[in-house]
């Protein structure tokens, strides 16, 4: 049973558009959301972060939107650019939970064209 | 870079064999994890270990078993390697924050 599920699985959009990738949970024990960004032949690294008593966060051009009564929060990337490409993967934890141990939905590929 | 080394970055090896895949770190963190990375998938939990001689099993967890003998190095043993577990293995920590960070990956090949 996948717990968190992210869709598209893969996303072209234009240089200077808008990127949205979406997920949804299930266990509502979850309180922490991050999301985060691989670039070929690397380790996933930490893009932004969200906690469920905020409803959007802000870091630059990334946006995270959750809605905690849908179950669901989204990342916005505005203004993308070709370097956004790569494969972003929301994922979920319990922060209070020993070892906070994350649950990542199954990743977006993103590919920003010129 | 969280001062994480993972060892071997890459590894060819035949079925049935044994496999142990190194992750090194140099901050003292008390969690350490290996996920494993398999296409749609996302990243799962294999174990995770929150320290010295502590470990505990993740999501999937069959066919693996970890040891952590000192606390910068965490180790995950494939016993009889199986091509189910051609995957890329990926090492991680708990820093400060709560925030989890890799390490750069170990492909495994299995044929």
């Known amino acids: 049973q996948q717990q968190v599920k992210q869709s598209p699985q893969s996303l072209i959009v234009q240089k200077g558009g808008i990127s949205i990738i979406n997920c949804a949970y299930e266990?509502?024990?979850?309180?922490?959301f991050p999301w985060y960004q691989q670039f070929p032949g690397k380790g996933p690294a930490l893009l932004i972060a969200?906690?469920?008593?905020?409803s959007e966060k802000k870091e630059g051009r990334f946006t995270i939107s959750f809605n905690k009564s849908a179950k669901q929060f989204s990342l916005h990337i505005m203004d993308s650019q070709p370097g956004d490409s790569a494969t972003y993967f929301c994922a979920a934890s319990m922060m209070n939970n020993a070892g906070n141990m994350l649950t990542f939905g199954g990743g977006t590929r993103l590919m920003v064209k010129p | 870079d969280a001062g994480i080394t993972q060892s071997p970055r890459h590894k060819v090896t035949e079925t049935g064999t044994p496999v142990t895949l190194r992750c090194h770190q140099t901050?003292?963190?008390?969690?350490m994890y290996w996920y494993r990375q398999d296409p749609g998938h996302g990243l799962r939990l294999i174990h995770y270990?929150?320290?010295?001689?502590?470990?505990d099993k993740g999501e999937v967890s069959d066919g693996y078993s970890v040891s952590r003998s000192k606390t910068e190095d965490f180790l995950l043993t494939l016993e009889s390697a199986t091509s189910s577990q051609t995957s890329v293995y990926f090492c991680?920590?708990?820093?400060?924050?709560?925030?989890?960070?890799f390490g750069e990956g170990s492909w495994l090949t299995v044929v």
């Open positions: 969200i906690r469920p008593d905020v």
């Open positions: 270990s929150y320290g010295v001689k502590d470990t």
């Open positions: 901050e003292n963190h008390r969690y």
């Open positions: 266990n509502t024990a979850f309180d922490y």
């Open positions: 991680a920590i708990r820093g400060p924050g709560n925030t989890i960070y």
